[in-house]
């Protein structure tokens, strides 16, 4: 059992980390008369006497209360599903006795209440946040790792998602995109006919249309007026924003490339024909309003979100059509994880970035929108300053290679409805582009990359491995650059010769810094189970070095009915508990992480070094004897009990007799 004393002041540390340096402790008599009148008569023992709560603070129009024990096992109780309020549960148990607070709070302000219950002490404890408002019962909500999700810029948002079930405000808007782009395809298929992919570079097409003609719907009038049908004036639109100033890309072939891709919208029959089912519009007109009004202005607004509106289109489109993306091992990257990915390698303004496996450019809106972000804090009062470092990131830090044409084609656009029109993403194979060519006089500082996965399955093809690719990005870093890469787990076992000898030659040229084993659901519908691999370019693995390795499967994503892979209100907590493990040594369990010296023949995950370091539990050990016991009494009515009956040898040493 620990010290309640440091129980208290882990739990002050915590508090402080949400912005609350004082909170009311105990008696309370500080705090507003409204809340020290509420707790008239409200003590956790058997007396009514005043309430005491060990700490207790307001956070926007929401109270939350803590009590704190120092045994890891008086966390909570629960009866029939219930926090159990009464006493003596109430006096023994951290939550019981924050949720009795806050009940008794409620009832009398008529606020709602969050309750938490902290056990145990820094290095092995338990959080569990219940919340109760007047007329309910407490409600028991989630186990998490630190209470950022209860501060004052955050409870709202936690209490719609958490208490109330709704979306959390990025997945609010993801949805929006994924609902029109779900609009999109139904009608592309049926008034135009497009498969998947076709319909990706449309949306591009028409969306850089729009940012040169933003009045562009108003000449669609399904007619061949000087011989141009809607088609053709939105490809005409697209060009001459490709070719201004405004666009600013080059070089030119970089132009031809994507007009190469979009040139079938001139002519193509159905998208320009006029639809009387549409109200005597084309399709091409419907799909242009729908764009102008729902989309271009998401899109265009590279601090809005992380979220690759672009990338969501196209792996919709890929979805519903059944083309050739999975064929070809294309797994776009959720937006939420390309926004670790960019904090855990510490992406910030004056980082040189590349992803030599582009797709979407969903990793580079990801580092643009953190770069951009770090720009404010530098430089926001300096406007003239924050212009021209905002412009540097757009034209010289930002890099992408892909080689696949229509997602080289979209992620372009991407980057140009972004600002970023240089030369700087281009259509290549990263194994075929000269490295010192391709890292110039700028070098690179950090690399973001998801490769195509399960590409090496034949001797012909094993140079094409994920660990192949992860070699690569390391090769383009300058020294001590930073590479973030999400892979399956099969990679970091090194299943080949050839994989087996990457392994070993990664690291006695590059260090391992950390691989993280992510939410099995990451890849919701996919099937992939994937880690984040952390590593240091150009240093040698030292033997010595302790690699994290973290079990973050529960990263606060759940996959909702119908929605798929949303947040559950507890992310922020989970990812911030993350990097501070991670990033800081705040201390965990092995089930979380472990810190190992690894070689090349190991398997780089957590299931592979993990050992359980805590002492079974009295309720634990009564189970397993009780496991132990049933098994016994199965194998003797089974009449299989001589199979496990103890032998001893004989005095004269004979085969043994059976123990009755």
């Known amino acids: 059992m620990g010290n309640e004393k440091s129980t208290d002041q882990f739990v002050r540390e915590m508090l402080r980390d949400i912005g609350f340096d004082r909170p009311w402790e105990q008696s309370c008599s500080d705090a507003p008369t409204y809340i020290y009148n509420a707790l008239k008569g409200g003590s956790k023992g058997k007396r009514r006497g005043p309430g005491k709560p060990e700490f207790l603070v307001e956070s926007d129009n929401f109270l939350v209360v803590v009590e704190d024990k120092a045994d890891l096992t008086r966390s909570k109780l629960m009866l029939d599903d219930q926090i159990d309020i009464g006493y003596p549960a109430r006096s023994e148990y951290a939550l019981n006795g924050a949720a009795h607070y806050a009940k008794h709070l409620a009832e009398r302000t008529e606020k709602g209440v969050f309750a ?25 909500l989630a186990k998490v790792d630190a209470l950022t999700d209860l501060d004052a810029n955050n409870i709202v948002e936690y209490h719609r998602v958490a208490v109330l079930g709704g979306l959390p405000r990025e997945e609010r808007e993801a949805r929006e995109i994924r609902k029109v782009s779900a609009g999109l395809h139904e009608d592309m298929r049926n008034y135009a006919s497009l498969e998947g992919e076709r319909k990706a570079t449309l949306v591009s097409a028409i969306l850089l249309a729009l940012k040169y003609q933003p009045n562009l719907i108003d000449d669609l009038k399904g007619e061949k007026k000087s011989g141009f049908t809607d088609g053709e004036k939105v490809y005409k639109a697209a060009k001459e924003y490709l070719e201004s100033d405004e666009a600013d890309l080059r070089p030119k072939q970089k132009i031809g490339a994507l007009l190469d891709q979009f040139s079938y919208i001139k002519s193509h029959v159905l998208l320009n024909r006029v639809n009387k089912d549409l109200g005597n ?19 265009s607004n590279p601090s809005r979100t992380a979220f690759d ?26 937006h939420h994880i390309t926004d670790l990915m960019a904090e855990l390698i510490d992406v910030d303004a004056q980082d040189v970035v590349i992803d030599p496996c582009a797709g979407t450019a969903a990793f580079l809106i990801a580092a643009m929108r953190r770069m951009f972000d770090d720009a404010q804090r530098s430089y926001g009062r300096k406007p003239h300053m924050l212009a021209a470092v905002q412009r540097e990131i757009r034209e010289a830090r930002l890099y992408g290679v892909e080689l696949q044409d229509k997602l080289f084609a979209i992620g ?14 281009q259509r290549h194979s990263i194994f075929d582009l000269d490295p010192e060519e391709l890292r110039g ?5 950090k690399a973001l990359i998801n490769p195509p996965y399960s590409q090496a399955k034949t001797k012909e093809t094993r140079h094409l491995s994920e660990l192949s690719f992860i070699e690569r990005a390391l090769s383009l870093l300058d020294h001590k650059g930073r590479l973030a890469a999400i892979v399956p787990q099969s990679s970091m076992v090194g299943k080949t010769k ?21 939410n099995p659901d990451t890849f919701y519908g996919v099937g992939n189970h994937v880690v984040i691999a952390l590593f ?3 240093v040698p693995h030292p033997k010595n070095k302790k690699v994290a390795f973290i079990n973050f499967k529960d990263d606060g994503y759940k996959v909702r009915q119908h929605l798929g892979l949303m947040g559950d209100g507890n992310e922020k907590s989970r990812r911030k508990h993350l990097l501070s493990v991670l990033n800081d040594g705040v201390a965990d369990d092995t089930s979380f992480i472990v810190r190992s010296e690894v070689t090349a023949t190991d398997e780089w995950q957590h299931s592979f070094f993990y050992f359980n370091d805590q002492p079974p539990t009295y309720d634990e050990f009564l189970a397993t004897v009780a496991d132990y016991v049933t098994w016994q009494v199965d194998m003797h009515s089974h009449g299989l009990g001589d199979l496990i009956t103890p032998r001893v040898e004989s005095e004269e040493g004979d085969e043994g007799t059976e123990i009755e």
């Open 498 to 518: 050839e994989d087996k000898a990457r392994k070993a030659k990664i690291l006695s040229e590059h260090t391992l810094d950390a691989v993280i084993t992510m």
């Open 309 to 334: 509106v672009l990338g969501n289109f196209y792996g919709e489109f890929v979805k519903y059509g059944g083309s050739d993306g999975n064929a070809l091992g294309i797994v776009l990257t959720p």
């Open 116 to 140: 938490v219950g902290v056990a145990g002490a820094e290095s092995h404890h338990e959080v569990t946040i219940a919340y109760v408002e007047k007329g309910t019962v407490p409600r028991l």
């Open 441 to 445: 006089d700028h070098g690179f500082t």
């Open 412 to 425: 372009t656009t991407n980057m140009i409805l972004r600002g970023d029109g240089k030369a700087n993403f």
């Open 536 to 538: 240091t370019a150009d």
């Open 281 to 299: 519009i084309t399709p091409m007109r419907r799909f242009v309003r729908v764009l102008d009004h729902d989309v271009i202005h998401a899109v």
